[in-house]
């Protein structure tokens, strides 16, 4: 009885990467919006070779929240493939699920 419980003392729980905390409805969105082309997942490449994956763009040297919110909200910036209006609260929640994809160690897949 008591080797179960000992056992299980003994186990570490994985820590969790930021996007896997990060707001469902966030990660919703991103998916609904930009996953048919970009990788909006912690891992994994974009299902459009030209599209950048978001753990990529999010740890682009440089990137703050508010270029990246300022780069969405101007769609003047998007390429005609991302012809499409995001209201303030949209990219609000974009940058937000994005932002959990930085991650201090990240290299690049290829």
């Known amino acids: 009885m008591v080797f179960p419980l000992l056992l299980a003392a ?3 729980a994985q820590p969790q990467s930021d996007a896997m905390q990060a707001d ?3 990660r919703a969105l991103a998916e ?3 996953g048919s082309c970009h990788s909006v997942e ?3 490449l974009s299902p459009n070779a030209a599209a950048p994956e978001w753990p990529r763009i999010a740890n682009t040297r440089g990137l703050t929240r508010a270029s990246l919110t300022t780069w969405l909200t101007d ?4 390429p005609a493939d991302m012809d499409f209006y995001l209201d303030e609260a949209e990219v609000e929640q974009l940058v937000d699920y994005m932002m959990t994809l930085r991650r201090e ?3 690049p897949p290829y």
Request: proline fraction near 5%.
């Open 32 to 34: 609904a919006a930009c």
């Open 75 to 78: 769609a003047h910036n998007y």
């Open 42 to 44: 912690a891992y994994g």
């Open 10 to 12: 003994c186990q570490t």
């Open 24 to 26: 469902p409805e966030d």
């Open 105 to 107: 160690d990240y290299h």
